[in-house]
């Protein structure tokens, strides 16, 4: 399934790529939302089918830390992609302001600040994971996980309000 699902994906990147009327920037968002569809599914699935196929399932802290920064960044990412694609639709309707709007160079910008405020969003949630991670290891131990989060109820809702927020 990861390697129809790695292919399917590197076939919409090939076609919108080769073909030249699909060079607008619907297309050029959608080749981006693309690559990091690539990047969302290979960050857990592999790791995941080796340790299926091994006897170790055990994961690092450093390792969960890593893997739960790259899928928040990821789908911060992929929603921000999906929020400007949405804005370039509702710009189509407007034919004769949409090729001054959406130019090359506007896309490019976009782009940027998308990744930037994806970086900025994960970097910003960085303790979150360490949180998460250490919840994971001491989930089957309440009096432990008292010890290590004094407060959950402020963390979960500061969470929920970002997610809301992106």
Known sequence: MYLSTLLGILLIIAVTSADQKLHTPTY?????????????????????CVKSITVNRAISVAGCTTQIFLVIFCTCVE?????????????????????????????????LAILLSGLVYVCRCAHWEHLLAVLLQVKHDPSLLRLSCSDMTSKKVLILVSTVVV
């Open 28 to 48: 050029f968002f959608l080749r981006n939302l693309s690559n990091f569809d690539i990047c969302f599914i290979s960050i857990t699935v592999p790791n995941d």
């Open 79 to 111: 929603l921000l992609f999906l929020s400007i694609m949405t804005w370039v639709h509702y710009v189509i309707c407007q034919l004769l302001q949409y090729p001054i709007i959406m130019n090359p160079q506007f896309c490019v910008c976009m782009t």
